[in-house]
Each structure stands twice: as structure tokens, then as C-alpha cells.
């Protein structure tokens, strides 16, 4: 059973952080490109963040350069998003999703989390 467990969401203020997880089950977690795509109200998902297996290599969208920071542990099969000053904008619901073709788009992923829930107040 394939599964991808989100958390770490929730509600901060304007300029703190947040630091979301990832957890992957029942797949070989180190042959995929794990992603963070984020869906805010009325807008269609986007990706955030991706970090690819082999060589480490990560992209960024241009919201999230120099903010975020992407990573994963493959002792724990688990992926992390820390966000740090955060803006109103970033509210959203926060997807984990893993790609074996290594391409960091909503289309091109084969697995999906749930999502969990961050709310950045004013």
C-alpha cells in the first residue's frame, strides 16, 4: 500500500515558519523525486519544491527562493519543507507527491499525500 503522510501544518503569523513532513510507505522511496505543491483558495496546485534522488538536485519556485528549503532522510523515508517568513500569500493546503520520471510538475506525479492545512495570518 502505497502511502505519503503530511504534517507539521498549521496557523502562524506573518514572518514565522513552518516545518512540514513528509512520511512515504510501501514504495522504494529513494527511486522517486519527492515534491511539495501547495493549492491556496480559487488558484489550481502548483509546485513549490522538489528534490530530486541520486544527486540531491532541487528546484524552487521563484515564491519560495530563499525562504524554503527542501530536503529528505532515507533512513526515514521521509521528506521535509521548512518555510520560514511566511506571508498571507503562502496559505494553502500543502501536498507531498513522489515522481519516478524525476519531473517536478502536478501531472508528472504517481503518488499523493492527503495534504495538511497552512494558515498564515496578517
Not at 514565522?16 to 493549492?39: E, H, K, P, V
Request: charged share 20%; glycine share 12%.
Amino acid at each position: 500500500e502505497v502511502q505519503l503522510v503530511e504534517s507539521g501544518g498549521g496557523l502562524v503569523q506573518a514572518g514565522g515558519s513552518l516545518r512540514l513532513s513528509c512520511s512515504a510507505s510501501g514504495f522504494n522511496f529513494d527511486a522517486y523525486t519527492i515534491g511539495w505543491f501547495r493549492q491556496a483558495p480559487g488558484k489550481e496546485r502548483e509546485a513549490v519544491s522538489c528534490i530530486s534522488l541520486s544527486d540531491g538536485r532541487t528546484y524552487y519556485a521563484n515564491s519560495a527562493k530563499g525562504r524554503f528549503t527542501i530536503s529528505r532522510d532515507s533512513a526515514k523515508n521521509t521528506a521535509y519543507l521548512h518555510m520560514t517568513s511566511l506571508k498571507p500569500d503562502d496559505t494553502a493546503v500543502y501536498y507531498c507527491a513522489a515522481d519516478r520520471i524525476s519531473v517536478c510538475a502536478v501531472r508528472g506525479m504517481d503518488y499523493w499525500g492527503k495534504g495538511t492545512l497552512g494558515t498564515v495570518s496578517p
